[in-house]
């Protein structure tokens, strides 16, 4: 479905990154974990939309957050957006992730955490959080997990915050201390291989959640094609973003 956003708040989170929260009751009300949107701004520049993942959803308010890093024009004339400005949203697309888990562990970094975000608020208490970043400044995302997990685990390239090295690092050791009947990943390619791997190796099963350029989110532009591990093409948007970590990683 399209409808007309209005902006409601925009904060400036860390250097670059930005939450905004849209009111937008239609996707608001139907919006899974792990869905995104495709956003059109109106002012001339800018012919295609832009994708982004949902981050906290509010039905009972009619709204929906959403976190993105200025990296061009688009994202930029963005953040210049103010309160009561509009934007054409198309969504919620895609698939997201499996609900069923009792007790999962999320695992991201970078700009990977946002889409972790809504599975966390949705299953509010059941998860643990074990997110990476550079360094302290990258893990603003703290303070917005907090209310919605029981642990949380940190790590840094520089040490820091948390214990330095990388989510791979330390994951073997974060299994070790609870007992998880899902892992969900959303990061960098390598990172989100890394502990695929190991999850499987642990017996616990893994969805990843890629990121890949996307035109029209619909699956007809074909620009986010990707080869899986049965041999059969699939499309991120449609197919997508969440996959089962063996349809995509051998």
Known sequence: MTETATVMAQQEVAPGV???ELSSPAIAKVAQPGQFVQVRIFNGNHILRRPLGIAECDSARGCFTMFYRIVG???RDLSLLVHGEILNVLGPLGHGFAT????PLLIGGGMGLSPLLSYAQAKRGACDILMGGKN????FWQS??????????????DGSLGSQGFTTTIFPQVLKQDTYDG???CGPEIMMRGIAKMAAQAGIPCQVSLEKRMACGLGACLSCSIDTTDGKRKKVCKDGPVFWAE????
């Open 247 to 250: 349809e995509v990683f051998a």
């Open 183 to 185: 892992v969900l990943v």
């Open 136 to 139: 302290a400044e990258e893990l």
């Open 144 to 157: 917005f997990y907090a209310p919605y997990v029981q642990k949380t685990f940190l790590t840094t390239d």
């Open 18 to 20: 930005y939450r905004m």
């Open 100 to 103: 069923a888990f009792h007790h």
């Open 73 to 75: 024009s688009g994202t």
